[in-house]
């Protein structure tokens, strides 16, 4: 069983930046694929970023790509997400996946139904 602990959302003018962590549990959890999700109301869960287990790989969506990055801290066991150059579009709620079954090293993985396990979320609003 892995839980997952998202942090860092809040409130925050456009333009601004805000950086989520996700805090793991799982004794492998450097092998682990992880991702970022997020939920706008009334809008299906859509992929942000995600990262292969070493953190050599990354990839992002089209709308975030240049504004926010993914990475890792094997160490930690934790995943953040730095969100730059924000928009009153990236306001949802923001969660974090674990793939713990990658198929390979580089393994990363864009859908949600390709994640096991996930966090309770963060909410993130940016105001205009």
Request: net charge neutral; proline share 3%.
């Given at each position: 069983q892995v839980q997952l602990v998202e942090s860092?959302?809040?409130?925050?003018?456009?333009?601004?930046?805000?950086?989520?962590?996700?805090?793991?549990?799982?004794?492998?959890?450097?092998?682990y694929g992880m991702g970022w999700f997020r939920q706008a109301p009334g809008k299906?869960?859509?992929?942000?970023?995600?990262?292969?287990?070493?953190?050599?790989?990354?990839?992002?969506?089209?709308?975030?790509?240049?504004r926010f990055t993914i990475s890792r801290d094997n160490a930690k066991k934790t995943v953040y997400?730095?969100?730059?150059?924000?928009?009153?579009?990236?306001?949802?709620?923001?969660?974090?996946?674990?793939?713990?079954?990658?198929?390979?090293?580089g393994d990363a993985k864009l859908r949600a139904d390709e994640y096991i396990y996930w966090g309770q979320g963060t909410q993130v609003t940016v105001s205009s």
């Open positions: 860092g959302g809040g409130l925050v003018q456009a333009g601004g930046s805000l950086r989520l962590s996700c805090a793991a549990s799982g004794r492998a959890f450097s092998t299906e869960r859509e992929f942000v970023a995600c990262i292969s287990g070493s953190g050599v790989i990354t990839y992002y969506a089209d709308s975030v790509k240049g997400l730095q969100m730059n150059r924000l928009k009153s579009e990236d306001t949802a709620v923001y969660y974090c996946a674990a793939d713990p079954h990658p198929v390979y090293s």
